[in-house]
């Protein structure tokens, strides 16, 4: 199965900072790459697809990026609303499989 | 809109079974597979395998082979996914989510606890 490596596992930040979480393949998945935004007792939502496509509704303080094997989702000028936890899913190789989580909370 | 609703929370014995459902509304049920995706606090989420909506056609995970059963009934647009042979390390939330990949839409998940 393809490992996603996603870190840092906890990312303390302050209101307004911009924030970067990355999740590391272990082979090519191509654009093959989608974040999830998780909050407590809620199903995940769907943030980015494609590795760097907004879904529908996701404010444009969002964006994805990819270098290589890394992918990366970064948040400018972070909210409130946006303290969650975060995942990172590949949908190139069968299983899908999906980072360990990130989780965005208040320094 | 699209809504995806789950049915209820399950406490189970070890050694049986439980089938949750997924009745989706708001769409053409056929039009999407459903999938359905594990989540535990020790491993995360966990991708268990789709369901073609339209001709009941599956495909697993290897490691979910045997333990989920997934099944359709497109009469009354609901995915049903059956655990079984339920250990304590079945205890989870299971979430369905609309098609193969998009996810764009998830059901509110069930909570399944395995205890004697």
């Known amino acids: 199965d393809i490992q996603m490596t996603q870190s840092p596992s906890s990312l303390p930040a302050s209101l307004g900072d911009r924030v970067t979480i990355t999740c590391r393949a272990s082979?090519?998945?191509?654009?093959?790459l989608r974040w999830f935004q998780q909050k407590p007792g809620k199903s995940p939502r769907l943030m980015i697809y494609?590795?760097?496509n907004l879904a529908n509704g996701v404010p444009s303080r969002f964006s994805g990026s990819r270098s290589g094997s890394d992918y990366s989702l970064t948040i400018n000028s972070l909210e409130s609303e946006d303290m969650a936890i975060y995942y990172c899913?590949?949908?190139?190789?069968?299983?899908?499989?999906f980072g360990a989580g990130t989780k965005l909370e208040l320094k | 809109q699209v809504q995806l609703q789950q049915s209820g929370a399950e406490l189970a014995k070890p050694g049986s079974s439980v089938k949750i459902s997924c009745k989706a509304s708001?769409?053409?049920?056929?039009?999407?597979?459903i999938s359905w995706i594990k989540q535990t606090t020790g491993q995360g989420l966990e991708y268990i395998g789709y369901?073609?909506?339209?001709?009941?056609?599956?495909n697993y995970n290897e490691k979910f082979k045997g333990k989920a059963t997934l099944t359709v009934d497109k009469s009354s647009s609901t995915a049903f996914m059956q655990l079984s042979s339920l250990t304590p390390d079945d205890s989870a939330v299971y979430y369905c989510?609309?098609?193969?990949?998009?996810?764009?839409?998830w059901g509110q998940g069930v909570m399944v606890t395995v205890s004697s």
């Open positions: 989510a609309r098609g193969v990949v998009p996810f764009d839409y």
């Open positions: 708001g769409y053409t049920f056929t039009s999407y597979y």
């Open positions: 369901i073609n909506t339209g001709s009941g056609g599956t």
């Open positions: 082979q090519d998945i191509g654009n093959y």
């Open positions: 494609g590795a760097t």
């Open positions: 899913l590949q949908h190139n190789e069968y299983p899908y499989t």
